[in-house]
Every structure is written in structure tokens, then in C-alpha cells.
């Protein structure tokens, strides 16, 4: 951690990508789905490449240029833990529709040669018609660069037009820049939003498959249960005094004996998934068996001869006499059981009505497609009039559900902050179009951020950051066409977006760290506002070099000028003034190096001294307590928000506070018995201090009240979660009160601790 001495740039080793291809490969070798196998083999398959590349040197992991000949712009196949395979998403054999272009177009079914056509006044025509209906799609960003050169063409900006072909040229030959055709334009993403389409929740039920067990039970209630019962009821007729075969069977016995026997090879062919009428010590394989040999014409053996007494006693005991009322009540509960359709079966239904939708897009109205079963759909299909569709293919219809993205989070669609990462890229990439005058490349704008939004981030170290959407060629070449609207309407549009999103996910998962996917959108639309707000990302632990952006250490500040004088500060034993003038500091040091710093050695020794002993020597968790103490003094981005967005999350700061304690206690109780709790604990101390957070910014007494009542909370919990949670709410009481911790984070008295997630030497709250 000394500023002084010069670290070596970090490099990421192949033990992470020999870990997941040998998972990757005993899952092809062994799961017993053929699907999971086929997908397994795949994924090995990228790890295999990825691994061929970092030993040839063809791949350069931790760089923003991973794949050697490839600019930062190209898309990249990227597989779990950012790791480039070194192929693009953009190259590969040609997609049918490029196939179908070029037979449309007379030329060679060959990139170069599509490229080299739309530079023609025909492939020109073709582009601008495609601009003008809006019958397009954006797969991956490369797909727009065609069409921007389009626009660019008919608006007169040539040189733009020329520039971007220069460009793309070299690329031409392995990279696909021809958009993909669609039967309409894309829904406006401002109004709604959706977080799978039609087609993805057809995939996804395409791929179920009949339970089996459940298959099994209808099987055994519908077939073998009703058959068991005809055995019984025939071995009945040879009984006397409730003993069977006390009468000898007559004739008429033993020829009804062979129709049963003959009917039993016909169900056992048939029905195949239920096997217990083969097991010898079953009840229904002991009259089996037995009536077989008397047909034949053996005496019983006095052992078969107990067991078949036995077996028709039991099942007499246990049911009741065939046609009397108990029995007779169970038998119809169990055939209506066995009637009732699979979830296969419906889930079939739900393709039927899916079919008929537009695939590419969400829906509106998910209602009509959920009700019951039809009297025409049960003639069509068989099922029977009136069943339900089950919960399971409730959620993944509801799950296409397109409306506004506060609508799908109160509706469970979006249950998590990262689900909320992942949709919204759709609501940023209509604002951030909306700052482009003409409405055709507004259209195009948006479908170009909405593929990037999907492009993976990539592993990098040394601090370099993530391609933006900006250093596109494509989107360069018509940054021009928004400085006729980038004034304050614009701006005023994406801060209003921000404000909404930044409130929503605050709300709506309280305690849960803000993910880096939508930080990273945060950011963008920050950008529009020009608000000086820093976003911060979580750093990864395994990968930090002891170094972090200027950008942390302005968060920081803005965090002092919110909570400067506050129970949060008074807590974590921040000196937010001391911080100030560190920022004032650097930021004068920058000014006269001429250039802007790429780290911030003043807040990395900060962090690094207030994780103390602990971030002296490297390992994954000494590294975690000092990203640790940077979330603390940034508030990783709820001071920025607060302070800087204007968020105000309804219905207020004491109800934030409770409900982020109550996800401390659901956290906290994950803990008891848990062979590898380090996680829930880190999980735990982020929830503590988002509350801490929000303490603060209620009114003084509303602040009392709510710290009055956490206990009440911890009670309805285990009582494992009280003990456990006791050391920190005596702490946040004592800081509450005027007390202070000492060095170590805990009370003279030894009962109140500072609750913090990362620890090197074992946690107290184990």
C-alpha cells in the first residue's frame, strides 16, 4: 500500500478459467439432462478458447483491447468473470438474413461484398427505407453502424458519412454491420418497459418437461390404484369368516383371474412410469403373484399364502372395503386428483395462445392470456373447461408484462435490484435518444443503446474503465445532431429519468447494495445532466491493487456535505472535513500537473489506515476491508443520490430506515448454521449501513423512535437473530446517545460493537 513504490501492471491468471472449464466439463459428463449436458459442452468449449488465447497471447485479459487486431469498440463474446473468448459477437458464419440480402441485393453472400452494396444507391434506398418504417432490430451495436451512415448520407453530413466508412472498412470482411429486419418498429421504452419477450418466455416454456414424480403419482392414482382394488375385490370373493381362500375358487374365479392377469400385461405395457405393481412385497405384486400361481393351478406355500392374507388385511385396514363410503369418498378424491391437467399440458395451452402475438416485443395486457381453460380450447386440446393456469406459468407470462418499471416492481416482475439493473438500459436508451432532433435517427439511437445496454463488461484491471456508449464510430459520427438540443430541456428530461430510477431502486429493495450494472446507468444519465455527481462502482476484492479513481474520493465529498456533523459520521468515525480538504488538496495538485490524475492516492492511504492491521499484508479479505471503508465514506452512491439527484423516496426516511433493518434481521438469520457465511454477513453489514444512512435524514425524533424500536423487530425474528444483532444495536444506541467507539470499533465496556462486514480474523457475529 505504499504510495512510493511502483506497482507492476496486474495481470489475470488461467486458474479461474481452468476452475470453470473443469466444472463446465464433469456437468457435460454427468448431469442427467441432455439440454444442461449440451449447454455444458458449450460453455466449455469458450473456456477452452479462452484459455488457448491467454497462452498464445492472443488474448489479453484485464484490458480494455482484450482480443489482439480488435479496437476497445467491437463487441466481444464474453463468458462469467469478464473473461473475452476472443471471438466477436458481431462475426461468426453470416446470419440467414445477410444470406437473404445478399440474394436479394445480386452479389456474393460474403460481408465484404454486403458492406461494399450499401455504399450504392441501391443499398442506400434499402437502408433509408428501413429508417423510415422502423422495420429494424439492433442485436448487437455494430448492427446500427450501417444505418447511421444511412442517415448521415440523406442529412448531407458526407464527410461524417465517409469518415464512419473509413472506419468500418478494415472490419468489413468479419464483422456484421447490416441491421436486422423486423415486422414493426420497437414499443417506446419511455412508457413501458418489459423484462422478457414473447419469444424468451416461448424458449423458456418450450424447455419445460413433464415432472416425472407427478407423472408417476397421476399414473399410480389414475391406472394402478383402481386395478389394485379389482385384485382386492377379487380375492374377497374366496374369503370366509374375513379370511381369504377359505373358499376354494370354482371356475368362474379362476376365468375372471385370467382376464385380470391379462389386463395387467396391457396396463404394464402401457404405463411405464410407475413401477411399484412389480415389486414382489408390495401389496398389489403379493395379489398379483399370488393369483398367477392358483391360476396356474400351484397350491399356495403357506409363507405366499400369509403374505396375501396379510396384504389384503392391510389394505382393508387402511381403506375400508371397496364400495363402502370411506372408501368409495377417497377413490373419487383421488380420480379428480388424477384428472386434473399437468403443468406440461398447460404450459402446451400457453404456447397456443402466445403463438398468435407479435414474438419480439412484451405485452400489455397479460390478463386475457391467464384465465381458465375455454370450453373451445377444451374441445381443441382435451384439457378440461375451467382449470387455472398454475403460478409457475403465471410468472413466466407475467414476467413479458410490458408497463412502467415502477408497475412491474410493485407487481413482483422486478424482484430484485440486479433484474432492475437489467431493464433499465431500455428506459435510458429512449432519454438518452430523446436528445437527437430527427425522430428516424432518435428511433436508431435508441435501438443502438438498447443492444449495448446487453453488451457484457468486460475483466479489467489497472483501473481502466468500461467502453461507453459514446466511443462508438456510429455514435460519434452524429454527436454533432445533438447540440441543438443538449440545452436544459434535455438535461432536465434525464434528470427527471435519474431522480425516478434512483428513488425506485431505493425504495424498492431497501438494505441491497445498488449493483454495478445500473451504477453504470446512473452514470450515463448523469452525463446528459452534467450534475458533477460521481458514481461509484463496487470494486471486486480478488482483483484490487490497493488504488482507486479521483471519482472516489469526490463521492466522498459529497457525502460530507450531506451528512458533515451526523449520527452516520459519528458512527463510522469519519472526519468528513479532514476529507474536504484532502479533495481540495488533490484536486489543486491535479490542476497544476496540467492533466487529471488517475488515481487518488490520498483516499486509497485513507481507506487503508481506517481498515488498519488488517489491509497490510494482500488477501482477498484484507482487500475487502478496505473497499469496505471506501463504501463507507462514499455511502457507495446514497449521498450522490440524495444529495446531488434529489431523491426523496416515498413514504420517507423512517420507514427506509425500518425496512432496511428488517432485511439486516432476514440476513442475519441466514447466518445461524451456515457452513459459509462470510457472504450474508458482508450482505448483512450492507443492509446496517444503508440504515445508518437513513437515520440521519429523518427528523430528530422520528430518528428516536426508530432506533427505539429495532428490538421490537429482532423479536420476531429467531431468537439466534437478537443475540447475534445485540453487540451492534448497543453500539448504534451508544453513538445515538453522545457515546463514541474506541479504536478497535467496540465500547470500553466490550458489549457494543461497530458493525462491519469484512473481517480478516473471524466475525463476532458468528
Not at 294 to 318: D, F, I, K, Q
Not at 452 to 464: A, K, M, T
Not at 647 to 652: E, L, V
Request: proline residues 6%; contains cysteine.
Amino acid at each position: 500500500m505504499n504510495d512510493n513504490v511502483e506497482q507492476q501492471p496486474l495481470t489475470a491468471a488461467p486458474s479461474y478459467p481452468e476452475a470453470q472449464l473443469a466444472k463446465a466439463f464433469m456437468t457435460a459428463l454427468t448431469h442427467g439432462d441432455a439440454d444442461t449436458r449440451r449447454r455444458a459442452e458449450v460453455r466449455g468449449q469458450r473456456w477452452r478458447e479462452v484459455l488457448a488465447g491467454m497462452a498464445a497471447g492472443r488474448l489479453s485479459v484485464g484490458s480494455r483491447t482484450p482480443v489482439e487486431g480488435l479496437p476497445p469498440w467491437v463487441t466481444l463474446e464474453v463468458v462469467r468473470g469478464g473473461f473475452a473468448t476472443g471471438t466477436a459477437s458481431a462475426g461468426g458464419p453470416l446470419q440467414a438474413y445477410e444470406v437473404e440480402a445478399a440474394r436479394s441485393f445480386g452479389v456474393p453472400a460474403e460481408r465484404r461484398a454486403l458492406f461494399a452494396c450499401c455504399l450504392t444507391e441501391p443499398g442506400l434506398a434499402w437502408l433509408w427505407a428501413r429508417l423510415d418504417s422502423g422495420h429494424y432490430e439492433i442485436g448487437v451495436p455494430e448492427e446500427a453502424a450501417l444505418l447511421t451512415m444511412a442517415w448521415l448520407a440523406r442529412h448531407g453530413e458526407m464527410n461524417a458519412a465517409l469518415g464512419l466508412v473509413a472506419e468500418l472498412e478494415p472490419f468489413a470482411d468479419r464483422l456484421r454491420f447490416l441491421p436486422r429486419p423486423a415486422d414493426g418498429p420497437a414499443p417506446d421504452a419511455i412508457a413501458a418497459v418489459h423484462r422478457y419477450t414473447v419469444s424468451e418466455a416461448v424458449d423458456t416454456l418450450t424447455r419445460r418437461r413433464p415432472n416425472a414424480a407427478i407423472e408417476t403419482q397421476r399414473e399410480a392414482l389414475a391406472v394402478w390404484q383402481p386395478f389394485g382394488d379389482e385384485l382386492l375385490v377379487h380375492w374377497l370373493r374366496t374369503a370366509q369368516d374375513g379370511r381369504v381362500l377359505q373358499l376354494a375358487p370354482d371356475a368362474d374365479w379362476l376365468a375372471h383371474g385370467e382376464v385380470l392377469l391379462g389386463r395387467y400385461r396391457l396396463l404394464a405395457a402401457e404405463h411405464t412410469r410407475c413401477t411399484k405393481h412389480r415389486n414382489p412385497k408390495k401389496n398389489l405384486g403379493i395379489l398379483r403373484g399370488a393369483l398367477e400361481e392358483t391360476v396356474a393351478g400351484r397350491p399356495l406355500e403357506m409363507r405366499r399364502l400369509g403374505l396375501l392374507r396379510h396384504a389384503v388385511e392391510s389394505m382393508v385396514r387402511r381403506r375400508g372395503l371397496p364400495g363402502s363410503v370411506a372408501h368409495t369418498a377417497l377413490r373419487r378424491r383421488q380420480a379428480e386428483q388424477a384428472v386434473l391437467p399437468s403443468h406440461h399440458a398447460l404450459a402446451q395451452l400457453m404456447l397456443r395462445r402466445l403463438a398468435v402475438l407479435p414474438q419480439e416485443t412484451g405485452i400489455t395486457d397479460v390478463a386475457p392470456l391467464l384465465g381458465a381453460v375455454t370450453e373451445e380450447e377444451s374441445r381443441e386440446t382435451g384439457l378440461p373447461a375451467g382449470a387455472v393456469v398454475p403460478p409457475t406459468i403465471r410468472q413466466v407470462v407475467e414476467s413479458t408484462l410490458s408497463a412502467p418499471l415502477g408497475t412491474l416492481v410493485e407487481r413482483g416482475v422486478v424482484p430484485s435490484a440486479e433484474v432492475l439493473a437489467e431493464l433499465v438500459p431500455q428506459l435510458v436508451a429512449a432519454t438518452t435518444a430523446q436528445a437527437y432532433g430527427d425522430e428516424t435517427l432518435q428511433a436508431l439511437m435508441a435501438a443502438n443503446y438498447r443492444a449495448f445496454g446487453n453488451r457484457r463488461s468486460l475483466l479489467l484491471l489497472n483501473l481502466e474503465r468500461q467502453v461507453r456508449v459514446e466511443e462508438l464510430p456510429w455514435v460519434r459520427a452524429v454527436s454533432g445532431q445533438r447540440s441543438a438540443v443538449l440545452g436544459k430541456p434535455d438535461g432536465e428530461g434525464a434528470l427527471a429519468v435519474l431522480r425516478q430510477l434512483g428513488e425506485l431502486a431505493v425504495r424498492a429493495f431497501p438494505g441491497t447494495i445498488l449493483p454495478n450494472p445500473l451504477v453504470r446507468e446512473f452514470g450515463v444519465l448523469e452525463r446528459q445532466c452534467d450534475l458533477s455527481a460521481p458514481f461509484v462502482e463496487e470494486l471486486a476484492a480478488d482483483i484490487f491493487m490497493g488504488t482507486f479513481s479521483p471519482k472516489f474520493l469526490t463521492a466522498a465529498r459529497v457525502a460530507g456535505e450531506l451528512l458533515d456533523g451526523t449520527l452516520y459520521e459519528r458512527y463510522y468515525g469519519i472526519d468528513y472535513a479532514a476529507i474536504r480538504n484532502l479533495a481540495i488538496a488533490e484536486t489543486g495538485a491535479a490542476l497544476i500537473r496540467s492533466h487529471g490524475a488517475r488515481t487518488s492516492p490520498g483516499f486509497a492511504r485513507l481507506c487503508a489506515e481506517r481498515a488498519g492491521a488488517a489491509s497490510r499484508s494482500w488477501s482477498v479479505a484484507a482487500n475487502g476491508t478496505v473497499i469496505e471503508q471506501a463504501q463507507i465514506l462514499t455511502t457507495h452512491n446514497l449521498a450522490t443520490l440524495v444529495h446531488r439527484v434529489g431523491i426523496a423516496p416515498r413514504p420517507g426516511w423512517p420507514d427506509l430506515a425500518r425496512r432496511c433493518f428488517v432485511t439486516v434481521c432476514r440476513l442475519a438469520s441466514r447466518v445461524h448454521r451456515n457452513p459459509r457465511p462470510l457472504g450474508t454477513i458482508k450482505d448483512t453489514a450492507y443492509a446496517w449501513r444503508q440504515m445508518v444512512f437513513h437515520l440521519p435524514l429523518c427528523p430528530p425524533e422520528e430518528q428516536r423512535r426508530v432506533i427505539a424500536g429495532l428490538d421490537e423487530e429482532t423479536a420476531r425474528h429467531p431468537a439466534h437473530v437478537a443475540t447475534r444483532l445485540a453487540p451492534a444495536l448497543a453500539g448504534l444506541a451508544l453513538v445515538a446517545e453522545g457515546g463514541a467507539f474506541g479504536g478497535d470499533g467496540t465500547a470500553d465496556d466490550g458489549r457494543a460493537r461497530r458493525f462491519l462486514g469484512w473481517s480478516t480474523d473471524g466475525h463476532w457475529i458468528r
